[in-house]
């Protein structure tokens, strides 16, 4: 498997977590969150380019 396809998993699952952090604060940082979530997207967006990239052609 291709290790920058792992370490992309791996922000992505850190980004998760940071997430369900902040959402389980009693006053939770909104701005935070969404821009976690930005990030999260931009990456499984990576993901998915890179998962096509190594597909064999149909």
Not at 28 to 51: G, T
């Given at each position: 498997m ?13 980004l998760?977590?940071a997430?369900?952090?902040e959402t389980a604060?009693?006053?939770p940082?909104f ?8 990030r999260?997207?931009r ?7 890179r998962?096509r990239?190594?597909?064999p052609a149909?």
């Amino acid at each position: 498997m291709d290790s920058r396809l792992d370490n992309l998993r791996s922000r992505h699952g850190d980004l998760e977590s940071a997430v369900s952090t902040e959402t389980a604060r009693p006053a939770p940082d909104f701005l935070r969150i969404r821009e976690f979530k930005r990030r999260k997207l931009r990456i499984r967006d990576l993901i998915a380019i890179r998962e096509r990239m190594q597909a064999p052609a149909a």
